[in-house]
């Protein structure tokens, strides 16, 4: 019999947190960002499953977009970083990915390419986040420069990224949302164009930032964006559930010691389980003495350091458990926002390290 590490997700999930956030948005349109194998849920087991109800699917990179495509995945896909050479620019043209524009080099390598056809673009503005984007003081010529070009569709639509959306109550928060207001006066835009703010916490947050297109990546996969609130508190479902089972269950004497370092001396003569699930599956190494788990559905403490393939449970608060008795480590039943308390980790980190080697097991379409 092979390991029993699984992943069990939950179509019916996917689905009604993309309704969850449909019914706050409207009539703002979705794009669903699926980079990154979708948060580490399968990029192409996402995507079809979303194709048919949102307007556009956000990826990485172009390898991504065409994966994608390759899949058979009709609806729009954003390119949310652009391109990464000049050569890209034509791939996006012919296969009409939609592009941001967030550097003067990728405005350069426009003027120098021969597209086929017109290229969807999206000015991304630097707002407070400090990462890509053009500075509020370079916003408009860039834009302008985009406008002229004859390899430009027209209209070009406009976005920009939260820092701390997260965090609502964060002054950067109403900084950012003042210089998006401003930048929108300040460009003078007068075709009809769209525009976009919102990732998931600030969609929770921030209703009047919806705009055009909300871009959700973590509350589509069930998990609380905002700090303090549960996923249940904002009607999310987790669509990952990790699963394992016991290996091995050993009583250990008062004293012993438990794993790699001896982190975990036993207080007391007390059942411990052996969990077929470790780092080299995704766990976090940084899980603390006392992060839970739950055995047969009943919460017991992490003991002693994650190893690569196994971790290990102390199984006082249920006695009764069996070698072969299935252990979630996150998902159903325990939020993975629970399981990250203990860590050093966030739950996108965590969602995306999960390792292909956990056996992936989606619920039917
Ligand atoms: C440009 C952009 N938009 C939206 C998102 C989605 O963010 P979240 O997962 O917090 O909803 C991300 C994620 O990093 C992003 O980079």
Redesign the pocket.
């Known amino acids: 019999m092979s390991r029993t590490a699984i992943a069990i997700l939950s179509t019916e999930n996917l689905l009604h947190n993309l309704e969850v956030i449909q019914n706050k948005v409207k009539p703002a349109k979705i794009i669903a960002?699926v980079k990154a194998n979708a948060y580490g849920h399968g990029l192409r087991s996402v995507s079809i499953r979303l194709d048919k109800h949102v307007a556009m699917l956000?990826v990485a990179s172009i390898d991504e977009a065409l994966a994608l495509r390759k899949s058979g995945v009709k609806c729009d896909i954003l390119l949310?970083e652009g391109v990464f050479e000049a050569s890209e620019l034509i791939v996006a043209s012919t296969e009409k990915f939609q592009v941001v524009f967030h550097h003067a080099s990728q405005i350069e390598w426009l003027k120098k390419s021969h597209c086929p056809l017109p290229l969807q673009a999206w000015l991304k503005v630097n707002t407070g986040m400090g990462r890509l984007g053009f500075s509020l003081n370079d916003a408009k010529n860039a834009y302008t420069q985009l406008c002229e070009s004859p390899l430009i569709a027209k209209p070009i639509r406009v976005m920009s990224?939260f820092a701390c959306a997260d965090d609502p109550e964060h002054p950067l928060n109403a900084q950012q949302i003042k210089a998006f207001q401003a930048l929108i006066q300040d460009l003078k835009i007068q075709d009809e164009t769209n525009y976009s703010f919102c990732?998931?916490?600030s969609l929770f947050a921030f209703k009047e930032c919806y705009y055009d297109y909300v871009?959700?990546?973590?509350?589509l996969y069930g998990i609380s964006?905002l700090k303090g609130v549960t996923a249940q508190a904002l009607n999310l479902k987790p669509v990952m559930t990790l699963q394992s089972s016991l290996i091995s269950i050993q009583n250990m004497p008062k004293g012993a010691s438990i794993g790699y370092g001896a982190r975990y001396q036993c207080p007391e003569s007390m059942p411990v389980g052996v969990v077929a699930f470790g780092y080299g599956d995704g766990y976090p190494i940084s899980a603390k003495d006392g992060t839970p788990l739950l055995v047969n559905g009943i919460e017991c403490p992490l003991v002693g350091r994650v190893s690569m393939d196994m971790l290990m449970v102390d199984l006082r608060p249920c006695a009764h458990a069996k070698v072969g008795d299935p252990v979630i480590l996150w998902g159903q039943g325990l939020p993975i926002e629970r399981v990250v308390e203990h860590t050093s980790n966030i739950t996108?980190d965590l969602l995306t390290g999960v390792q292909h080697r956990v056996k992936f097991l989606w619920t039917p379409i």
């Open positions: 960002m956000g949310a990224h990732n998931s916490a871009r959700p990546g973590i509350a964006p996108w």
